[in-house]
């Protein structure tokens, strides 16, 4: 049966809920097997169910979205009816109202709206992306002003500025980092690709390799600072 204290009186209607906190739970899910935990964790579900808020405000608009786990403070503070999302960190995936996405980190996701199929893992990861999909962005800042859809970018600050372009694999500190506009690269190396805004089609691979490049496109870098 549901448990709580009195600082969490409403909410008592379905069997398998659990919550504890100011606020938590607050508007009385109808469904089962929610667990709450925080000041005004899950304080909106009603017909959610399977949902997991850990954290003050985590989930805190939440009514019909299912199978989340949500642990941070205000961590998917707007989600309503997204489904399938794991958000772990401060403030991660703050906006979203998306279904199937996992953020691990502080500000990870946290203007994503509609954009699904993403997986951002590391401080500020994939922070100002809004409506792109299936983007992988993994390290510190890694993709942090990035809004194409289909990249992926791995190590500290890669891909950080991508906005329209899509298809990229950048692996490597700074790996594409001001990156804008050019679509399916890759960039395989600290500093790969680093300086590379709108060329196309190109493949750097080693430390700092086709780091000179800036528009080109359709060319092959091998080795250290080729």
Do not use: M
């Amino acid at each position: 049966a549901s448990s709580g204290g009195t600082v969490s009186p409403l909410g008592h209607e379905s069997d398998s809920n659990t919550w504890y906190g100011l606020d938590a739970g607050h508007a009385g899910p109808t469904a089962g097997h929610n667990a709450f935990f925080g000041e005004s964790a899950g304080y909106a579900v009603t017909t959610g169910c399977c949902n997991t808020f850990i954290g003050r405000a985590a989930g805190i608009a939440n009514t019909q979205g299912v199978n989340n786990s949500i642990v941070g403070n205000q961590a998917a503070w707007s989600n309503v009816t997204g489904s399938d999302n794991t958000f772990v960190g401060r403030a991660s995936g703050f906006n979203n109202t998306a279904s199937q996405n996992t953020y691990v980190g502080s500000f990870t996701g946290y203007a994503n709206t509609s954009g699904t199929e993403q997986v951002f893992i590391g401080y500020e990861s994939g922070r100002a992306n809004t409506t792109s999909e299936g983007g992988t962005y993994v390290g510190f800042q890694a993709g942090k002003a990035a809004t194409a859809s289909y990249n992926t970018l791995i190590g500290s600050l890669a891909g950080t500025v991508t906005t329209t372009g899509s298809g990229n694999t950048f692996v490597g500190r700074r790996a594409g980092n001001y990156n804008t506009e050019g679509n399916y690269n890759t960039a395989l190396g600290y500093y790969a690709a680093e300086n590379n805004t709108t060329g196309g089609y190109n493949v750097a691979l080693g430390y700092q390799a086709g780091d000179g490049n800036t528009t080109g496109s359709q060319n092959t870098y091998v080795g250290g600072y080729s």
